[in-house]
Nanobody, 119 residues
Framework: QVQLVESGGGLVQPGGSLRLSCAAS????????IHWFRQAPGKERELVSC????????YYADSVKGRFTISTDNAKNTVYLQMNSLKPEDTAVYYC????????????WGQGTQVTVSS
């Protein structure tokens, strides 16, 4: 059964950093794109970043460019989202999701991990 498990969320002060992990099982990242979405209370879900090994591409929302970095460890079948210079507006539940392409509508979702940026 395809499974995605996020970890690494928590409470951090503005300007701080967190690294989120998305561990995939029952499929290989060689053939799937991994998306990171976030959703804050009362707001629509937002695509934050995506990485696709098969397409050789990455995507970042304008709101996180220069602050967030997405990467893949194929040996661990895990995707990371390194988040630096965090702002209160980055507070949300972060979800990883999988699809064949970054342009696709993901079929598989993780359970989410809470990120709170507050002093």
């Amino acid at each position: 059964q395809v499974q995605l498990v996020e970890s690494g969320g928590g409470l951090v002060q503005p300007g701080g950093s967190l690294r989120l992990s998305c561990a995939a099982s029952e499929f290989t990242l060689d053939y799937y794109a991994i998306h990171w979405f976030r959703q804050a209370p009362g707001k629509e879900r937002e695509l934050v970043s995506c990485i696709s090994s098969s397409e050789g591409s990455t995507y970042y929302a304008d709101s996180v460019k220069g602050r967030f970095t997405i990467s893949t460890d194929n040996a661990k079948n895990t995707v990371y989202l390194q988040m630096n210079s965090l702002k209160p507006e980055d507070t949300a539940v972060y979800y990883c999701a999988a699809d064949l392409y970054c342009s696709g509508d993901p079929d598989y979702w993780g359970q989410g991990t809470q990120v709170t940026v507050s002093s």
